[in-house]
């Protein structure tokens, strides 16, 4: 069964940092690229980060020089590093997987057709 996990979202405090984890199973991570996404009630689903099957990256212009992207092949997994996090940050976080596995990132939603079920973030003092 294709399926993608996110795991370490929580509460933290202005300035902090949050390490996110998606979790691929049925599929391994060095074929295809993978996405982070956002998303607050009401608002549309935002693209946050991208790492493509060769490793190149792509980061969304509110989450640039904050956030990394990075991936553990070996353990299926990639991660978000948030640092400097403030509270427009507070969102459910998703990954996704992107529906070519052109070695080319995107952080635009169409272009990803498999969604993990999200983790939550609140930045709030």
């Known amino acids: 069964q294709l399926q993608l996990v996110e795991s370490g979202g929580g509460l933290v405090q202005p300035g902090g940092s949050l390490r996110l984890s998606c979790t691929a199973s049925?599929?391994?991570?060095?074929?295809?690229?993978i996405g982070w996404f956002r998303q607050v009630p009401g608002k549309e689903r935002e693209g946050v980060s991208c790492?493509?099957?060769?490793?190149?990256?792509m980061y969304g212009n509110s989450v640039k020089g904050r956030f990394a992207i990075s991936r553990d092949i070996a353990r299926n997994t990639v991660y978000l590093q948030m640092n400097s996090l403030n509270p427009a940050d507070t969102a459910q976080y998703y990954c996704?997987?992107?529906?070519?596995?052109?070695?080319?990132?995107?952080?635009?939603?169409?272009?990803?057709?498999?969604w993990g079920q999200g983790t939550q973030v609140t930045v709030s003092s």
């Open positions: 049925g599929f391994t991570l060095d074929v295809h690229n």
């Open positions: 790492i493509t099957r060769t490793g190149g990256t």
């Open positions: 996704a997987k992107k529906a070519d596995n052109t070695p080319w990132c995107s952080i635009g939603r169409i272009d990803f057709d498999m």
